[in-house]
């Protein structure tokens, strides 16, 4: 890892820069395959799945039969961990329900606002070495809670055409409509534009590699809605001679062995923390079996020795972490001040992975810097909000002659005109 002491603000923006791929070459290739399967639908799915998961699939929709016998795969163990979990995300996306808010704001003007679900939702679980059946949780439960009538989930197949059968019995649990064995760019297309097997939606959620990222910008341009820009993940631990080093350093290799591209930091007031956290991660990488992978994360990440809390807290902040850890002996001061994360965990027992899993918040967090202006799913990604007005005779006069001022003086008259005929009839009894 990178140690480095005392940065200057005027280099924080250098030396917190994400690791970034190119993705022009990307972009034509997601396009292309978005054409093909906006024109051949079922056909230029299989095409794709043959090509790229290397398996011929003669049903994309996932059988009753394939569901039991993936709830039948999965261990005791595991069930009851995920039934755990799906019990404490429930918990916290139900409390996260508003009711109808509604105001007179001038004697006879009535407004109020409802939330509604969206309607048809597409869910993307990527499968390969790290199939995300904890994804399935957090994103079938909410769209369930929000009252969203159709949950859609892609997940791409395996050599023998089966999808992991974690990924299909939280599915299943979580009341997953529909299950198709699809992945990657032509997944996104197809919940895009609606083949014969595969409906359209209206708002496409899950992670995924760069092509579905990209995928997932592309399916904007059609109409589609999406939770939010997406990156590698990542993690900034803000810790001092409070934390536990052993602790530090397991939090800060859980999110490297994400990915190669991951991003892990450590902001400390302690050099001598800073040793600690070091020499513990090469101890435990030993040990991990995705080693290779987060030893290559680990490489880019940073070590960072500043003064004193209120630098850390500035520095935290422009960077705006996924994850954001607080271990010291001034976590308040953090708490109060943290204005630019998606997700923050408390305390020497509140490993980040706790929210991974089974905390009950949401993982689905936004990474790449968007923690500035955006927020993680949570129960609203589900549903829009909707506006009401109803006003009577006595509101219409209150706030009719303002209506025909402004109007006018935006110069356009047809909108004065339906207000004008309204006072009329009311002044003449018409």
């Known amino acids: 890892m990178n140690?480095?002491?005392?940065?200057?603000?005027?280099?924080?923006?250098?030396?917190?820069e994400r690791p970034t791929k190119t993705v022009d070459d990307i972009e034509q290739t997601v396009k292309e395959i978005f054409k093909e399967v906006q024109k051949k639908g079922d056909e230029a799915i299989s095409k794709y799945t043959s090509l790229f998961d290397g398996v011929t699939i003669s049903n994309q929709e996932v059988t009753e039969t394939e569901i039991k016998e993936a709830v039948a795969a999965v261990s005791d163990e595991l069930k009851v961990a995920i039934q755990l979990a799906k019990g404490n995300i429930e918990e916290f996306h139900a409390a996260q329900k508003t009711s109808r808010v509604?105001?007179?704001?001038?004697?006879?003007?009535?407004?109020?606002?409802?939330?509604?679900?969206?309607?048809?939702?597409?869910?993307y679980i990527p499968g390969g070495t790290a199939p995300l059946f904890s994804t399935v949780l957090m994103l079938a439960v909410p769209a369930n809670i929000a009252g969203c009538k159709e949950i859609v989930l892609c997940s791409p197949p395996d050599k023998t055409g089966k999808i992991n059968p974690a990924i299909l019995y939280a599915a299943n649990l979580c009341g997953v409509t529909k299950i198709l064995k699809v992945g990657g760019i032509q997944a996104i297309a197809a919940m895009t534009f609606g083949t014969k097997t595969i409906p359209k939606v209206y708002k496409i959620f899950g992670p995924g590699?760069?092509?579905?990222?990209?995928?997932?910008?592309?399916?904007?341009?059609?109409?589609?809605?999406?939770?939010?820009?997406?990156?590698?993940?990542?993690?900034?631990?803000?810790?001092?001679?409070?934390?536990?080093?052993?602790?530090?350093?397991?939090?800060?290799?859980?999110?490297?062995?994400?990915?190669?591209?991951?991003?892990?930091?450590?902001?400390?007031?302690?050099?001598?923390?800073?040793?600690?956290?070091?020499?513990?991660?090469?101890?435990?990488?030993?040990?991990?079996?995705?080693?290779?992978?987060?030893?290559?994360?680990?490489?880019?990440?940073?070590?960072?020795?500043?003064?004193?809390?209120?630098?850390?807290?500035?520095?935290?902040?422009?960077?705006?972490?996924?994850?954001?850890?607080?271990?010291?002996?001034?976590?308040?001061?953090y708490i109060d001040g943290i204005e630019n994360a998606g997700s923050i965990f408390i305390g020497n027992y509140t490993p980040e992975s706790a929210g991974d899993y089974a905390s009950g918040t949401n993982h689905t967090l936004p990474t790449n810097g968007y923690a500035k202006n955006y927020s993680g799913v949570n129960l609203d990604s589900f549903t829009k909000s909707m506006t009401f007005q109803k006003i009577s005779e006595v509101g219409i006069q209150n706030i009719g002659k303002a209506i025909e001022v402004m109007a006018e003086a935006e110069g356009l008259q047809a909108h004065k005109n339906a207000v004008t005929l309204r006072l009329k009839a009311i002044k003449y009894g018409k």
């Open 209 to 333: 590699n760069q092509f579905v990222t990209v995928a997932k910008q592309l399916a904007t341009q059609y109409g589609v809605a999406i939770d939010m820009p997406a990156g590698p993940s990542e993690l900034l631990v803000v810790a001092d001679d409070s934390a536990v080093p052993a602790f530090v350093a397991s939090d800060l290799l859980s999110q490297a062995e994400h990915g190669t591209d991951s991003q892990v930091i450590l902001v400390s007031t302690s050099k001598t923390l800073i040793d600690a956290v070091e020499e513990e991660i090469q101890i435990q990488l030993e040990a991990l079996p995705r080693k290779e992978i987060a030893e290559k994360a680990i490489a880019n990440s940073k070590l960072i020795f500043v003064e004193n809390d209120q630098i850390a807290l500035d520095l935290i902040n422009e960077y705006g972490p996924e994850h954001f850890i607080v271990c010291t002996s001034s976590d308040d001061f």
């Open 102 to 123: 509604e105001v007179e704001t001038i004697e006879g003007v009535n407004c109020w606002q409802e939330k509604r679900p969206i309607q048809k939702i597409g869910l």
């Open 3 to 16: 140690k480095i002491y005392n940065p200057s603000p005027e280099n924080w923006f250098a030396i917190l």
